[in-house]
């Protein structure tokens, strides 16, 4: 099995031992991304939906180095510290996703590094092209 690292500028460096994504065959899975904007590092955080927002942006960025986007997301695992806020995430994907959505879970936890409120990782399928 070969494993590929993915990485790129556009999106928060790894804040520990671990890669933005890995690729393997025609699967890549997304480290969990939170709303660090990626020059600064700084979480963005004035409001739920701007932190989720720049979450998207992370995670858009991630799938575009991989060669997919967030249309290629098959799975999506989203880690909240309120899950009081399980409505305004779930108006944000009909938002970023198109039906077939991806397939999803959403985990109440205690916290999150660097104070953020929501952590989101996925899965892609990125077909190889045919010759």
């Not at 790894?14 to 899975?29: C, D």
């Not at 309120?82 to 009909?94: A, P, Q």
């Amino acid at each position: 099995m070969t494993r590929t690292a993915i990485s790129t500028d556009a999106a928060p460096d790894a804040i520990g031992a671990y890669s933005q994504a890995i690729k393997t065959g025609e699967i890549v899975y997304l480290s969990g991304q939170i709303g660090l904007d990626p020059v600064t590092m700084e979480l963005i955080a004035d409001t739920f939906e701007k932190e989720i927002q720049q979450v998207f942006r992370n995670l858009e960025s991630v799938c575009r180095a991989s060669g997919g986007s967030l249309s290629s997301v098959v799975k999506i695992s989203v880690f909240l510290t309120d899950l009081g806020l399980f409505g305004e995430v779930n108006d944000v994907f009909t938002n970023q996703f198109t039906p077939p959505f991806p397939a999803r879970s959403v985990v109440g936890v205690n916290e999150l590094p660097r104070g953020a409120r929501v952590e989101i990782e996925a899965v892609l399928s990125i077909p190889k092209e045919s010759s």
